[in-house]
Nanobody
Framework: QVQLVESGGGLVQPGGSLRLSCAAS????????MGWYRQAPGKQRELVAD???????NFADSVKGRFTISRDNAKNTVYLQMNSLKPEDPAVYYC????????????????WGQGTQVTVSS
């Protein structure tokens, strides 16, 4: 009933920037929060950043000062601006949303996107 579509991943040189986008669609009533997670080979999935509908944000220590997260509530879209990318940043980045559906039997659940690859290489 709810789909998250990510875009913006790709190849970038160290020190470069990328902007990831995630658009939610479907039977949505309320999105309480949206965020980004990442998973590198051999490592567990970790929170990168998230943002609530009220604008509160949270960042992983490893990206503080380099990444920013923003949200367009009218478009049900979240953005992750990644600056000063480092060799340790490459991973599959996943969008996540805490959603209450607008169906008759609406419920609150977390939904995941399919992931987008970010590669940092010279």
């Amino acid at each position: 009933q709810v789909q998250l579509v990510e875009s913006g991943g790709g190849l970038v040189q160290p020190g470069g920037s990328l902007r990831l986008s995630c658009a939610a669609s479907g039977s949505i009533s309320i999105i309480y929060a949206m965020g980004w997670y990442r998973q590198a080979p051999g490592k567990q999935r970790e929170l990168v950043a998230d943002i609530t509908s009220g604008g509160s944000t949270n960042f992983a220590d490893s990206v503080k000062g380099r990444f920013t997260i923003s949200r367009d509530n009218a478009k049900n879209t979240v953005y992750l601006q990644m600056n000063s990318l480092k060799p340790e940043d490459p991973a599959v980045y996943y969008c996540n949303a805490d959603v209450r559906t607008s169906t008759v039997a609406g419920s609150r659940s977390r939904y995941w996107g399919q992931g987008t690859q970010v590669t940092v290489s010279s």
